[in-house]
């Protein structure tokens, strides 16, 4: 560690962008926010990892180290799939991501280490846009799920209702751009349907801004309570199964801009399908 910082200084500060460049979509709309920062994913609670043994660390390799460093969060699927968003993995090589599963912990290996053998991201995947935001990790070791630390979530079937409640959790940031956090937060979001979130983005982007691919999730008029960066990849549950990935947004948090997610329920379908022509028989 130490001959790190010494002679390679340059490299760990190109590895720091790298690693919060997978954060990007939710940054790139990003204006300046008049919100406090009133502590969380933004606005979460400390939560123990037992009440979330479907999420994971998704580390980045650090230039020129051993060193892995947080980058996005993920779902355990299978003991051997991980769900993210694919702008996390976009472009980007399996050999330089693990998972940590298990922990609550940003940093550190208290949690179970495997390796990132194989990313398939979905084929229609727009960056540009971030629709189809979705992507799967297939593991070189199985995770060795126990049902307490590390469980496995089921993919929700339907698009939930305006102002169901969505469970979000992750490490990000606890403001728009600022520090991330070193335990694992979680907070609660009403759903917002998308024909409302489309018409709160359509006054900067204009109408269809809201894919079906896309839902979102938000305080209506308040703010406050939303993923961040860092939180990409990560879950949103609603009534306990994976309904959304965290994907992008206009900053964190604001008032009028709900936070958007990957649908999973309209991804579906190309989750397990994928899951069935990739996995080890």
């Not at 490299?11 to 997978?22: E, K, R, S, T």
């Not at 599963?101 to 949690?111: E, I, K, L, M, Y």
């Not at 998308?194 to 079906?212: F, H, K, L, M, Q």
Request: glycine residues 10%.
């Amino acid at each position: 560690m130490d001959n790190f910082y010494s002679h390679n200084f340059i490299g760990f500060l190109l590895a720091i962008l790298i690693v919060y460049a997978a954060a990007q979509p939710l940054q790139q709309e990003a204006p300046e926010s008049k919100l406090s920062e009133n502590g969380r994913i933004v606005g979460g609670y400390a939560v123990d990892i037992t009440r979330h043994p479907h999420q994971v660390s998704l580390r980045h390799k650090l230039l020129s180290s051993w060193q892995y460093a947080h980058m996005c969060g993920g779902s355990i699927v299978r003991e051997d799939v991980i769900v993210t968003a694919a702008h996390c993995v976009n472009n980007r090589k399996a050999k330089n991501f693990i998972v940590v599963a298990g922990t609550v912990n940003r940093a550190g290996s208290d949690g179970f280490v495997a390796r990132v053998e194989k990313i398939v991201q979905h084929e229609s995947y727009n960056s540009s846009i971030t629709n189809n935001d979705v992507a799967l990790l297939f593991l070189a070791t199985p995770l060795p799920l126990n049902g307490v630390t590390m469980a496995a979530v089921e993919l929700a079937k339907n698009v939930p209702v305006q102002g169901s409640k969505s469970v979000i959790s992750g490490w990000g940031t606890t403001a728009p751009a600022g520090s991330a956090s070193d335990t694992l937060l979680a907070v609660d979001v009403p759903i917002v349907e998308n024909e409302r979130c489309d018409a709160a983005y359509a006054v900067s982007y204009g109408p269809g801004r809201i894919t079906d691919a896309m839902l979102c999730a938000g305080v209506e008029g308040v703010g406050g309570k939303d993923a961040c960066q860092g939180d990409s990849g990560g879950p949103l549950l609603v009534q306990g199964k994976l309904t959304g990935i965290v994907s992008w947004g206009r900053s964190c948090a604001l008032p009028d801009f709900p936070g958007v997610y990957a649908n999973v329920p309209y991804l579906r379908e190309w989750i397990l399908q994928t899951i069935e022509a990739n996995v080890k028989k």
